[in-house]
């Protein structure tokens, strides 16, 4: 079984640039969740999707990121326009029930915004 | 006050000795605790979960929830130099809320075994 991929694994932009994440989780798993680790700091939820809709995007920081997740398969997390402090790494993960469930992580996108 | 505090690291032990993790929370309606092990450059991998007070085991690894003192601890016995990683705790509120999905991270201890 395939674990959860994301594309790509880094990204250099500079500030005021537009940055799109991808992320494609296990097949069949309704939940996919977005996260990020800014430099030392803990890993943030961001927002949480059960299949095409958005359940909880309570972590989202601002207006300049927009998650997606059209026909509830791979999703998407653009940063417009990207700012010095969005750098740290995005990890993308999925799971195929909310709450006891464990949640399984893909490798992270390493984003610097210069 | 952090959400999920880890007790602060790096932590070292001796190859086959026992390592010891803790982590405390602060929303006394979570329900679902997690650790995760973390290698450099790496993503989470879990490794334990527990939901009810008392211990579970896995194999080296033992989970153990206080829900009362709000506190989940993690034991390695017999360490290796293979998990010398940094170590997560999360913490999930129920099944059933809309934010029953969201994982909330402490620090991470980072964990050094030495042969």
């Known amino acids: 079984e395939a674990g959860v991929t994301q594309f790509p694994s880094h990204s250099v932009i500079e500030k005021g640039q537009t940055v799109t994440l991808r992320c494609d989780p296990i097949s069949g798993h309704d939940n996919l969740y977005w996260y990020r680790r800014v430099m030392g700091k803990e890993i943030k939820f961001l927002l949480h999707?059960?299949?095409?809709?958005?359940?909880?995007e309570s972590g989202m920081p601002n207006n300049r990121f927009l998650a997606e997740r059209t026909g509830g398969t791979y999703s998407t997390l653009k940063v417009q326009p990207a700012e010095l402090e969005d750098s740290g790494v995005y990890f993308c993960?999925?799971?195929?029930?909310?709450?006891?469930?464990?949640?399984?992580f893909g490798p992270g996108t390493r984003l610097t915004v210069l | 006050q952090k959400e999920v505090e880890q007790n602060s690291g790096p932590l070292s032990v001796p190859e086959g000795a026992i390592a010891s993790l803790n982590c405390t929370y602060s929303?006394?309606?979570?329900?679902?605790f997690f650790w995760y092990r973390q290698y450099s450059g790496k993503s989470p991998e879990l490794i334990m979960s527990?939901?009810?007070?008392g211990d579970k085991e896995d194999g080296r690894f033992t989970a153990q929830l206080n829900k009362a003192s709000q506190y989940v601890s993690l034991l390695i016995r017999d360490s290796q130099p293979s998990d010398s990683a940094t170590y997560l705790c999360a913490v999930n509120m129920p099944g059933g809320y809309t934010n029953a999905g969201k994982s909330t991270f402490g620090d991470g201890t980072t964990l050094t075994v030495k042969p």
């Open positions: 999707f059960v299949k095409e809709s958005k359940q909880d």
């Open positions: 993960a999925s799971s195929p029930r909310v709450g006891r469930g464990e949640q399984f």
């Open positions: 527990i939901y009810s007070n």
């Open positions: 929303d006394r309606g979570s329900q679902s």
